[in-house]
């Protein structure tokens, strides 16, 4: 039997342990094998100056039979910008062509923000799970937003920008993105997004966290697990604050903006260990840099001895944790 006499779908297993040279010869063959290889070559796109491959977006801006087979796309442009306006606008009707997407990373000009009103025009997207961006969190954004059901990891706002912003994301719809888990950015737009999802994981930068917002984010309808943030209180009191409202945190990363002109009393951290071992379900802590370590307490699976100093080397993470962490990493 000849290879054209084979069934397509045992042709595209095959082809999945091809090389991409390999694959492009394969798609110069004939029609059927054409449509594999392209499935296959497109399949996953990094776009960058550096790589020289800028090209790319015109051609699936031109070419939606090419673009639909796009599942994950990247691009980076370097600022100032090294593309003309009129490429943003290509950008803007390859990412409408490029409907089957399941990841999509923009870190472009944060200013442009318009390409995605536009892409969602006509357009939605149904399998993306991933999307991170470098734009405030506009209108556009949020238009965007409403045309990703299945979204489940979000970064956006997170560059600190001079343009035009909805701080309080008061055009937000209720039932946009129902099923998001984690978020990156500023928490300012996790005031937004927090409440009336199912967000378990948060690193947030930009500004400060405050106690106010602790209360909204405890709004979550899942408890939260995971957080990072920054903070200009005092942190005994902090955690206190969180163990309120977020009790059921397992990893905890603060970083704060107190200048500390001498080194902490031993008290200090003899009450920073009291109030973590106040959190039943917390396996990880780092304050400023310093990992504080623990071990379950003997006779009590229920809850852990801290430390009354920090570790100078990270601490062994529960296997959940790191699995999260690790797939939804600090950027």
Same mark, same amino acid.
């Given at each position: 039997?000849?290879?054209?006499?084979?069934?397509?779908?045992?042709?595209?297993?095959?082809?999945?342990?091809?090389?991409?040279?390999?694959?492009?010869?394969?798609?110069?063959?004939?029609?059927?094998?054409?449509?594999?290889?392209?499935?296959?070559?497109?399949?996953?796109?990094?776009?960058?100056?550096?790589?020289?491959?800028?090209?790319?977006?015109?051609?699936?801006?031109?070419?939606?039979?090419?673009?639909?087979?796009?599942?994950?796309?990247?691009?980076?442009?370097?600022?100032?910008?090294?593309?003309?306006?009129?490429?943003?606008?290509?950008?803007?009707?390859?990412?409408?062509?490029?409907?089957?997407?399941?990841?999509?990373?923009?870190?472009?000009?944060?200013?442009?923000?318009?390409?995605?009103?536009?892409?969602?025009?006509?357009?939605?997207?149904?399998?993306?799970?991933?999307?991170?961006?470098?734009?405030?969190?506009?209108?556009?954004?949020?238009?965007?937003?409403?045309?990703?059901?299945?979204?489940?990891?979000?970064?956006?706002?997170?560059?600190?920008? =001079?343009?035009?912003?909805?701080? *309080? /994301? #008061?055009?937000?719809?209720?039932?946009?993105? +129902?099923? $998001? @888990? %984690?978020?990156?950015?500023?928490?300012?737009?996790?005031?937004?997004?927090?409440?009336?999802?199912?967000?378990?994981?948060?690193?947030?930068?930009?500004?400060?966290?405050?106690?106010?917002?602790?209360?909204?984010?405890?709004?979550? =309808?899942?408890?939260?697990?995971? *957080? /990072? #943030?920054?903070?200009?209180?005092?942190?005994? +009191?902090? $955690? @206190? %604050?969180?163990?309120?409202?977020?009790?059921?945190?397992?990893?905890?990363?603060?970083?704060?903006?107190?200048?500390?002109?001498?080194?902490?009393?031993?008290?200090?951290?003899?009450?920073?260990?009291?109030?973590?071992?106040?959190?039943?379900?917390?396996?990880?802590?780092?304050?400023?840099?310093?990992?504080?370590?623990?071990?379950?307490?003997?006779?009590?699976?229920?809850?852990?001895?801290?430390?009354?100093?920090?570790?100078?080397?990270?601490?062994?993470?529960?296997?959940?944790?790191?699995?999260?962490?690790?797939?939804?990493?600090?950027?």
């Amino acid at each position: 039997m000849s290879l054209q006499g084979l069934p397509i779908e045992l042709v595209h297993i095959i082809a999945q342990d091809l090389d991409i040279h390999t694959l492009a010869a394969l798609a110069q063959t004939c029609s059927s094998f054409c449509l594999v290889a392209q499935s296959l070559l497109y399949r996953r796109i990094s776009v960058s100056a550096w790589s020289r491959n800028l090209s790319v977006v015109p051609l699936l801006a031109k070419r939606p039979d090419i673009a639909r087979h796009v599942r994950s796309f990247y691009i980076a442009v370097d600022s100032p910008p090294t593309v003309f306006s009129a490429y943003y606008g290509l950008l803007a009707k390859a990412i409408q062509n490029m409907s089957e997407l399941t990841s999509l990373n923009l870190l472009v000009d944060s200013g442009v923000s318009w390409v995605l009103k536009e892409a969602c025009t006509h357009t939605s997207y149904p399998y993306l799970t991933h999307f991170t961006c470098s734009f405030p969190f506009d209108e556009n954004v949020i238009q965007f937003l409403g045309k990703t059901p299945s979204l489940l990891e979000l970064e956006a706002d997170s560059i600190p920008s =001079t343009f035009a912003l909805n701080p *309080l /994301g #008061a055009s937000l719809p209720a039932t946009t993105i +129902p099923l $998001l @888990e %984690h978020f990156i950015g500023s928490p300012r737009t996790a005031r937004a997004l927090v409440p009336g999802r199912p967000i378990k994981s948060l690193h947030l930068n930009g500004s400060a966290l405050t106690e106010d917002d602790i209360v909204l984010l405890a709004r979550a =309808t899942s408890p939260i697990v995971v *957080l /990072g #943030a920054a903070i200009n209180s005092s942190p005994v +009191p902090f $955690l @206190e %604050h969180l163990h309120r409202y977020l009790p059921h945190l397992a990893y905890l990363r603060i970083m704060t903006m107190q200048t500390m002109h001498e080194p902490p009393a031993p008290e200090f951290y003899e009450q920073v260990a009291d109030v973590l071992a106040s959190f039943p379900e917390l396996s990880a802590f780092e304050l400023s840099g310093m990992h504080w370590g623990s071990q379950q307490k003997r006779g009590d699976g229920s809850k852990r001895v801290w430390q009354s100093s920090p570790l100078s080397t990270m601490t062994q993470l529960d296997d959940n944790i790191l699995l999260e962490t690790h797939n939804f990493s600090f950027y």
